[in-house]
């Protein structure tokens, strides 16, 4: 078997026929925070927001999953684990769930399934840390632009007014993603607008100069599967 095989494809041989694919509508709850975690969620199609709800009501989105995707948010290989996390539909999505026991049967007595495990968690690992760091370096405004170069690696679809990010947007949902408030983003994209570096029209972001949002957080220009919003 092909050693670089991704660890979705690998899950996907294995469970694609022993497992009904599910059709959920837009904003459904997968699961809770604190729940006992059942599943592991093998998305086909759509989009998922993962992410926590603060004790004051406020919403944080970490990221945000699409096709060719996997949930997989707890501490695996312990007895009664719990989610750390919410995840929920944005959009109808196609979703395999797997149980937890069976998933986590495989990944041990595979070996090349375990190896693809290690590579995956590296790179969310490193992900994690990106993200971190375009926050602490950059404060909000660069949080901000941070997240508007992963959308446009996650979601751009190229245009001849620039880089459409093909995915509905609230100015509330991208101050989840972003950590801030929504009037504080409101400014930040407003000033963006006057300058001509994005347009926003139809819930969607158009990015019309990439290159200064870049130069503005001193990007490292790393690869799309490190620089992207899942």
């Known amino acids: 078997m092909d050693k670089?095989?991704?660890?979705?494809?690998?899950?996907?041989?294995?469970f694609i026929d022993r497992e009904t694919i599910q059709k959920i509508k837009?904003?459904?709850?997968?699961?809770?925070?604190?729940?006992?975690?059942?599943?592991?969620?093998?998305?086909?199609?759509?989009?998922?927001?993962?992410?926590?709800?603060?004790?004051?009501?406020?919403e944080f989105i970490l990221k945000i999953l699409n096709g060719e995707e996997m949930i997989i948010e707890y501490e695996l290989f312990k007895h009664n684990p719990r989610y750390h996390f919410s995840a929920k539909t944005l959009?109808?999505?196609e979703i395999l769930m797997i149980k937890r026991e069976q998933f986590e049967e495989?990944?041990?007595?595979?070996?090349?399934?375990?190896?693809?495990?290690?590579?995956?968690?590296?790179?969310?690992?490193?992900?994690?840390?990106?993200?971190?760091?375009?926050?602490?370096?950059n404060g909000k405004k660069g949080g901000l632009y941070s997240i508007l170069i992963r959308l446009c690696n996650s979601y751009g679809v190229m245009t001849d007014e620039g880089i459409l990010i093909d995915l509905p947007l609230t100015h509330q949902e991208l101050a989840n993603l972003t950590y801030g408030t929504r009037e504080v983003i409101q400014r930040m994209l407003k000033e963006l607008r006057e300058k001509d570096i994005i347009a926003y029209d139809?819930?969607?972001?158009?990015?019309?100069?990439?290159?200064?949002?870049?130069?503005?957080?001193d990007c490292q220009n790393c690869s799309f599967e490190i620089c992207g919003l899942n």
């Open 91 to 93: 959009t109808e999505c």
């Open 106 to 137: 495989f990944i041990t007595n595979d070996r090349t399934a375990m190896n693809a495990m290690v590579n995956w968690l590296s790179t969310r690992y490193l992900k994690a840390q990106m993200k971190c760091q375009d926050l602490i370096m």
């Open 202 to 217: 139809q819930l969607k972001f158009t990015v019309k100069n990439l290159a200064y949002l870049k130069r503005e957080v």
């Open 26 to 58: 837009p904003d459904t709850i997968l699961f809770q925070e604190d729940e006992q975690v059942e599943n592991v969620y093998v998305i086909l199609s759509g989009s998922v927001s993962v992410g926590r709800i603060h004790m004051k009501g406020k």
């Open 4 to 14: 670089n095989i991704s660890l979705y494809s690998l899950i996907l041989q294995n």
